[in-house]
């Protein structure tokens, strides 16, 4: 019990410090962005860790394809605009010197999702942490004025791919003992707004999904 306790406490120490490294790198690289590129190794001592992004190409996908690439993180960054894509690439690559892979697909499309993923060099397969941000919104008409091809755009995207992604790269995560999953939500499904039902209740289903996604596979993976 003694033994135990001590790992514990020693394992919480652990983590105190590498969060106030981590501050400390994110603290620094907003007054020079190539700080973290320069001393991340000095700061923190870990493997590389894979993270993939889904609608990376722009928005808060981009913005966290940013932020992990400070970090010294691989990216492997999904989109559907190739160019955008490319763009963003090379950005990080010049700006952070990161290793970034790219996986342009449709979310939408399972086979394409699984095809594009089979593809990863072997060395990129062993993801770390997926984040699940592509999303969207169509049109703001009134339920019963609604375009049911677009509900099924929304959902599609918002819901369905998500589960897909997820299906797809968890096993990997709970095979190797380890793994992150981060599902961008939004306000919208906690408040709704005039002629948002569809997306609304799209980024509901989101946040009940990642509950009970918690409660169904958060006991099967070790800390860390």
């Known amino acids: 019990m003694e033994g135990n306790t001590w790992e514990k406490k020693n ?4 983590n105190r410090v590498m969060s106030y490294k981590l501050r400390v790198i994110d603290r620094y690289s ?16 870990m493997e590389k860790k894979t993270v993939l992004i ?3 190409s722009s928005g808060i996908g981009e913005g966290c394809a940013r932020k992990f690439a400070m970090n010294g993180y691989r990216l492997i960054l999904n989109g559907r605009n190739v ?5 963003v690439k090379r950005e990080l690559e010049t700006e952070y010197r990161a290793d970034v892979c790219l996986l342009p697909f449709d979310v939408r499309d399972r086979g ?3 095809a594009a993923l089979d593809s990863l060099p072997e060395e990129w397969k062993a993801i770390d942490i997926l984040i699940n941000n592509a999303g969207l919104v169509i049109g703001v008409d009134k339920e019963h004025e609604g375009n049911p091809d677009e509900w099924d755009i929304v959902l599609d995207t918002n819901i369905k791919a998500l589960l897909a992604m997820t299906r797809l790269v968890v096993p990997g995560m709970v095979e190797r003992g380890r793994g992150h999953v981060i599902n961008m939500g ?5 408040y709704a707004y005039p002629g948002g039902s569809v997306y609304c209740a799209s980024k509901a289903s989101r946040k009940r999904r990642c509950q009970t996604a918690c409660a169904s596979t958060l006991w099967i993976l070790p800390y860390g």
Not at 83 to 87: M, P
């Open 11 to 14: 394992r919480t120490t652990q």
């Open 30 to 45: 907003q007054i020079s962005p190539n700080f973290a590129v320069r001393n991340i190794k000095v700061f923190v001592r």
């Open 54 to 56: 889904t609608g990376a």
């Open 186 to 190: 939004s306000i919208a499904g906690d």
């Open 83 to 87: 160019e955008k894509l490319t763009a």
């Open 112 to 114: 394409a999702a699984k």
